[in-house]
Nanobody, 130 residues
């Protein structure tokens, strides 16, 4: 019922920058009025998926210790988008990055699914070469 589409991954040298973007939408031209929280996760080969950064609709952010000071999450609530600016990239940042949304409300203000329903994008590969 809710689709998340990511873009912006790629190959970059260590020390470089990338910007990921994600847009949430619904099928059948139905609209989204708000999203409680949007986040970026990543999963490296052989490792568990981990939270990278999150941001509530009110602007509260949270970051993994490993990316603090290097990554910045931002949202455009009107466009239902979330972005992740990644600077000073390191080889250990190499992973598939996934967009996540929780608490998605329809145009009439009801949660799609429930307040705890979570939605995922298809993932975008980020590779940092040394």
């Amino acid at each position: 019922q809710v689709q998340l589409v990511e873009s912006g991954g790629g190959l970059v040298q260590a020390g470089g920058s990338l910007r990921l973007s994600c847009t949430a939408s619904r099928s059948s031209s139905r609209s989204i009025s708000s999203i409680d929280a949007m986040a970026w996760y990543r999963q490296a080969p052989g490792k568990q998926r981990e939270l990278v950064a999150s941001m509530t609709s009110g602007g509260t952010t949270s970051y993994a210790d490993s990316v603090k000071g290097r990554f910045t999450i931002s949202r455009d609530n009107a466009k239902n988008t979330v972005s992740l600016q990644m600077n000073s990239l390191k080889p250990e940042d190499t992973a598939v990055y996934y967009c996540n949304a929780n608490g998605v409300k329809s145009s009439v203000g009801f949660y799609i699914g429930s307040s705890s329903s979570t939605y995922w994008g298809q993932g975008t590969q980020v590779t940092v070469s040394s």
